[in-house]
């Protein structure tokens, strides 16, 4: 399919959405973002955290712990 046919086909199942959802999903596609914000608030705490853990204050884990604790709480939640 040449570039002319494929952008009449996605033209025509473009105007045939009427999700909002999915029409902001093509936006952020079109627009080259990846349709992730964070608010002003959320990039403060993310900052602070950020910085917490270059200070050497922050609680951290390696991968191997995350997955005995990962384990650990599926033992007892089957229990």
């Known amino acids: 399919m040449d ?4 952008k009449l086909e996605l033209l025509e ?3 045939a959405v009427n999700d909002a ?3 902001a999903e093509v936006k952020h596609v079109l627009d ?3 349709g992730f914000e964070l608010s002003d608030a959320e990039l403060n ?13 922050a609680k ?4 191997e712990e ?9 033992r007892k939640e089957q229990r």
């Open 45 to 57: 705490v993310a900052s602070e955290r950020y910085e917490q853990y270059k200070r050497g204050e």
């Open 3 to 6: 570039t002319r046919a494929l």
């Open 13 to 15: 199942k473009l105007a």
């Open 60 to 63: 951290t884990y390696t991968w």
């Open 32 to 34: 080259g973002t990846d």
């Open 66 to 74: 995350v997955q005995r604790i990962l384990d650990e709480n599926r």
């Open 21 to 23: 959802n999915k029409l």
